[in-house]
């Protein structure tokens, strides 16, 4: 098992559709795992593979980290059956660091996806975990929450790396 880096806005990885999971094999399970360790070791609460590197159709997602019961689960190919009601609420990203939005989302949602041991699985969820979902959904669509932002927001938000990267780059 590895702890991969996570990549950052503005890579072009987290910008593409990621690709279908065509067959569960043991590199996807490898995947999960990494993807696991990865995201236990930043502190999140949900992973998309795309964050770190691997342009497929795989999220993890724990959203009760501190829970001696395990609440982690992968789900391969999700997808969104079904939705309800409405909710904003303040989100934050692995892939964003040191940003956090009001972002709209679904109060309710089933997501139907397959299990790493191949079988289908449905999730029903609300509160933080029909927003993890969500969120988590988004990745491998491409979808970041700067592009859930206003315009203006999300020009703040550039503006500050810019800022930053030129620091940086002062000798
Ligand atoms: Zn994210």
Known sequence: MAVLEILKYP??????????VSQIDEEVRKLIHDMRETMYGAGGVGLAACQVGVSRRVIVLDVNPMDPQHTFFALINPEIISEEGEIDHEEGCLSVPNYLEKVK????????GMSPEGTEMEVRGDGILAIALQ???DHINGILILDRV????????????????RKEEKP
């Open 105 to 112: 989302r679904k109060e309710k949602v089933c997501v139907r």
């Open 135 to 137: 969120h988590e959904i």
């Open 11 to 20: 890579h072009r990885i987290l910008k593409k559709r990621s690709e279908e």
């Open 150 to 165: 206003s315009r203006l927001k999300r020009e703040i938000y550039r503006n500050k790396l810019k800022k930053e990267k």
